[in-house]
């Protein structure tokens, strides 16, 4: 909601001020169709490269932190929201924690995830799937799952 180009910058600004932790790439950004509840605005979307000492627990608090520092409200599920960032991978790790799922349960059926990971981690292999973000997109169907670049 709101400036949606504006609220990512701002995110991944903070992002580059978290200890420990160095923005080593960040995506373009894309437009992306509303996947889940689709009667709302299209979405902007962006994916970051970090370097960081955090472990990914302590990573996924802080990524809570900014979004509540950028006001985001949780009260709808897929829901028009000011910011939603993720924790889509850590390195190779396999995590299945209450608050935590790594790599991301739904990251290898969303475009809108994949095309601008493929931009920062083009050559990260999926620990589960072993495919990388370009070979999990070509899989996928376009339909229901529009992603313009910006």
């Known amino acids: 909601m709101g400036d949606k180009a504006g ?3 701002a995110a991944l600004d903070k992002l580059a001020g978290l200890d420990e932790t160095i923005v080593l790439a960040r995506s373009p950004l894309y437009r992306t169709e509303p996947v889940g509840y689709t009667d709302q605005d299209w979405f902007v979307n962006a994916a970051a490269l970090l370097e960081t000492g955090l472990a990914p627990q302590r990573l996924v608090r802080a990524l809570l932190e900014i979004e509540a520092e950028l006001g985001r409200v949780r009260e709808e599920r897929w829901g ?3 910011i939603d960032l993720d924790l889509l991978f850590y390195e190779q790790q396999v995590i299945d924690e209450a608050e935590l799922q790594l790599p991301h349960p739904r990251l290898h059926e969303r475009r809108f995830v994949l095309t601008p990971l ?5 050559d990260w292999l999926h ?5 990388t973000p370009g070979r999990m997109l070509e899989s996928l ?3 229901g799952q529009g ?3 910006l």
């Open 80 to 82: 028009p929201r000011v």
């Open 141 to 143: 169907p376009e339909e």
């Open 7 to 9: 609220h990512i910058r």
């Open 147 to 149: 992603v313009l670049r």
């Open 118 to 122: 493929a931009d920062v981690a083009p």
């Open 127 to 131: 620990p589960l799937l072993n495919m």
